[in-house]
């Protein structure tokens, strides 16, 4: 049996030379999972999501999104302008089991620090590399940003109704996606290191990351005569799913339906209306917009709570739609323990969250906030000889 205390990537070493989002998450990963994290920063000024505000909070001087990104790991504070820095980062890399970078493509190499570079200095090494679109064809120099990659990627096309035009996913989605995959990337890699002794290159990019998370739906248009996908005008959820899929409103709150025989929706909720459809489980699809138009209306009658007492004990897919605080104060939440507080050498506190996973019955924990720009740049010049 494995010791608990130990976790699985303990012992590797890994260097971020990332910024922003989509490298820092998949560093944060496998940080999570034991390695050891050397965030390598320019001196001035450092990530620059440091200064990536969410809202009006900071903590220490950095962003709270820099904080959620960067948390346990140590920050060397290197001018890769300078040749002698430069030379240090190749001796370092001599020590790396993994390095993760998403320069645009091409800047990397002409810092001196590129795959090739790296590969000859540490033939074992794991490269993983995160760009905007790949390295070849005509937006290769666009900016790899989140809300650009999805407006390039179709997925707007999915959210909303179908009376709106195209709607981000609100979150930073393209960045979080490719730093899971490079990270899926890097592990995999690790395993076939640990086989044959050699290194790889693992490369995705924002762009690669979007398709891959719609390939259900995308499998779907190439093998249907290319139709493009129709969202429902009224609480749609899914472009290609049928009624009653979708969002209700109630006279306290909001009510999520999965997907559910429209009869036994309207057999428990009486809605005689909705006959007519009994037998044609094709028209849930084509007038979709009907069916949820009428579940809406007498949604709106009742609280959620009483919607719910029908629902739920007829094993009917519905849920309540919480707000942070209701999730935060619940008791499905609170068992999962996910939460955890973090500190730094100079009293900064960051109540943040935990990793999503849990080895052998135990979800990993860190009591280190993210650093300080070249806050271990003296330890680990000394400690690996620089």
Known sequence: MPDEATPPLSGLLVLDFSQFLSGPY?????????ARVIKVERPDGGDLCRRLYLSDTELGGDSTLFHAINR????????????????????????????????????IDRLGLGY?????????????????????????????????????????????????????????VADMLAGAAITQGILAALVRRSVTGVGSHVETSLLESLVDLQFEVLTTFLNDGGRKPTRSAVNSAHAYLAAPYGIYKTKDGY????????????????LKSLDRYRDDPKSWFTERDVIKRSIAELLESRDTGHWLSILEPADVWCARVLDWPELLSSEAFSVLDMLQTVERADGVRVATTRAPLRIDGARPSTRHAAPRIGEHTAAVVAEFGL
């Open 72 to 107: 346990g790991k140590e920050s060397v504070a290197v001018n890769v302008k300078d040749p002698a820095d430069v030379d240090r980062l190749k001796r370092l890399i001599a020590h790396a089991d993994v390095l993760i970078q998403n320069f645009r493509p091409g800047v």
């Open 116 to 172: 090739a570079t790296a590969q000859a200095i540490n033939p074992r090494i794991v490269y993983a590399s995160i760009t905007g679109y790949g390295d070849k064809g005509p937006w290769v120099e666009r900016p790899g940003q989140d809300l650009l990659a999805q407006a390039r990627s179709g997925v707007m096309w999915l959210n909303g109704d179908a009376t709106q035009g195209p709607v981000p996913i609100g979150l930073a």
């Open 26 to 34: 998949a560093a944060l990963r496998l940080g999570d999972l034991g």
């Open 255 to 270: 009510l999520a339906i999965a997907m559910t025989p429209v009869p036994r929706l309207a057999d428990l909720l009486g």
